[in-house]
């Protein structure tokens, strides 16, 4: 069964024939066409999501993990808004979604009917490319059929080669409800064209070779997007010194993984700090976390900053001077070997280790606090899982541990924002193989609480709420925090807890106040797959900030 409208036809068609399978959607009248069409295909498998801001999230997660397109359908009007925040990290992250929105006819546009907006352009900023379709009544309008399937395989093409959203104005005239057995339309074949590979330009091999301070930076990748083998090789070369970030999915005895804890104890000793200073920065992967390599490269200037991948390249430290666009694994195999000697690597690496050795005093005395329950959540989870991290504090801390090898950790990185992110981690679990955990902020939570409104939640999905009763982080930064004006408009306080929702929405919950409490609630949460699980931890909302900026102090 298809709807007859021709239009709806083609989308559905087009989209089965370049295997766009995972079709979310949020309930709605002008969107039935594609909402019938795409239910009544065996082929699409369909979701169905009434919060579009969640909806759009989840789709998300799922095309994390595909790394395949992901459509969205929903109504007209501002259904097709609330998807903007997942529009715009599927913009930074470079992650494949198709946005299709339901509209009413252009001369139906601004007369007054209801539930009617400007639709066409709306994600114009954050968008790599956008269309609207042409209205189709007769099949003997060849010139509008033509245009359409142009336009879809444009919109499909470009989700997937450049990696983002792709937003489809589809508008519909009543009746809507209509369904025939079988399409009176058939897609014309296209062929797609494989990128090519390129080449390191010499130039950049004669500025590797005479650089004798080069710092790599892993920022958010993929799993296995380089080896044991690639890592071997760059820090061979005593010239390299390279840093991970928690979202880089990295693991090497050579390879400094917690940036804060490098440059935290040293960034006010200017002699210290300025021998880090490289001269040559190479950036893989994504959004960088870490806002103190940001200032400290953007104040010690290196002279060249190349971006390796085919992820975005941005100008971070204003030093940008190409965009090297190949696998990096392909980068690492095609550099020359370098000349002259250094001690760059060996010298930091050898630094960075004496702090891993001083720190393990503090992290064993240190008081419950946020900081101690992400050491214990760090130490005790299990192997081979999915890790979703969410925003602000949690990613933050995530990054001054050591991550464990066979974790996939992802974040919303691209935005960096706290909306969605519960959101995301369910479509990612949804898709995934592995089972998934999740840890995010209260504030993150629960912002993001319709989540939870999903029937599609795997039984081995497991929640961990760092609850300090508001947003924490805004305790870590500068400025009098004892006062109304902070509690209330910054860190915004309260005394929820998840645990009316979580039974409202059929998960279990745990809950901890304090660090003897944590093993026996920590052990039954993990062991238990027969439904989803939530582990809310309460941390001293007065204590976490002193606790973490006492540890940076603890390691000059």
Not at 271 to 285: C, F, H, R, S
Not at 313 to 324: R, V
Not at 376 to 386: A, G, K, M, S, T
Not at 445 to 474: E, M, R, T
Request: charged fraction near 20%; charge should be negative; glycine fraction near 4%.
């Amino acid at each position: 069964m298809i709807s007859d409208i021709i239009q709806a036809q083609q989308v559905v068609l087009l989209f089965k024939q370049r295997a766009v399978q995972h079709i979310v959607i949020s309930p709605g009248s002008r969107n039935a066409p594609l909402t019938l069409s795409f239910s009544e295909d065996p082929f699409f498998t369909c979701y169905s999501i009434v919060d579009e801001r969640c909806a759009a999230h989840f789709a998300l997660g799922i095309a994390q993990q595909l790394k395949e397109p992901v459509a969205v359908v929903c109504t007209s009007g501002s259904a097709l808004l609330n998807y903007y925040p997942a529009v715009t990290e599927a913009y930074y992250s470079e992650i494949p979604l198709i946005v299709l929105s339901a509209d009413r006819p252009p001369h139906k546009i601004d007369i007054g009917d209801g539930q009617t907006i400007k639709q066409q352009h709306v994600y114009a900023n954050h968008i790599i490319y956008d269309t609207q379709l042409e209205m189709i009544e007769k099949l003997d309008d060849l010139e509008a059929i033509t245009t359409n399937e142009r336009l879809i395989h444009k919109a499909i093409t470009a989700s997937v080669s450049q990696n983002g959203p792709v937003h489809i104005n589809v508008p519909f005239e009543e009746p809507l409800y209509n369904i025939i057995e079988k399409a009176i339309i058939q897609p014309s074949q296209t062929s797609i064209k494989e990128n090519e590979v390129a080449s390191i330009p010499q130039k950049f091999q004669e500025q590797w070779g005479k650089a004798g301070r080069k710092l790599i930076i892993l920022s958010t990748l993929n799993p296995n997007v380089l080896s044991k083998e690639d890592l071997d090789l760059l820090t061979a070369d005593p010239a390299v010194l390279i840093m991970s970030e928690v979202s880089c999915n990295i693991n090497h005895d050579n390879v400094i993984w917690g940036i804060d804890t490098l440059i935290a104890p040293i960034e006010k000793d200017p002699e210290t700090i300025a021998y880090l200073q490289p001269d040559m920065v190479i950036t893989i992967g994504g959004m960088i976390v870490s806002k103190k390599i940001k200032q400290f490269l953007r104040k010690f200037e290196p002279q060249h900053h190349y971006h390796i991948g085919h992820r975005r390249a941005y100008d971070t430290f204003f030093k940008l001077s190409g965009h090297i666009k190949m696998n990096p694994s392909t980068w690492v195999a095609q550099l020359e070997p370098s000349t002259g000697n250094s001690d760059y690597g060996a010298y930091w690496l050898a630094f960075f280790k004496t702090y891993v050795e001083k720190r393990v005093s503090y992290l064993h005395n240190m008081p419950w606090s946020d900081f101690k329950a992400f050491k214990l959540l760090f130490e005790q989870l299990p192997n081979n899982i999915v890790l979703q991290l969410g925003n602000s504090s949690t990613i933050r801390y995530a990054q001054l541990f050591p991550m464990n090898a066979t974790h996939a950790i992802f974040s919303n990185r691209g935005t960096s924002g706290i909306d969605g992110c519960t959101s995301t981690a369910i479509g990612a679990a949804v898709a995934g193989s592995k089972p998934t955990v999740f840890i995010t902020g209260d504030l993150s939570f629960f912002y993001d609480s319709n989540a939870l409104w999903n029937n599609y939640i795997p039984s081995s999905f497991k929640i961990i709420v760092i609850n300090n009763s508001g947003g924490g982080i805004f305790r870590i930064l500068p400025g009098d925090k004892e006062n109304h004006n902070f509690q209330t408009y910054f860190e915004t306080t309260h005394q929820l807890d998840a645990s009316h929702l979580c039974a409202m929405h059929g998960v279990d919950y745990h809950r901890v106040d304090e660090e003897h409490a944590f093993a026996k609630a920590y052990k039954t949460f993990i062991e238990d797959n027969s439904k989803p699980q939530l582990l809310e931890v309460f941390t001293p909302r007065l204590e976490n900030d002193t606790v973490l900026l006492d540890y940076f102090k603890f390691l000059k």
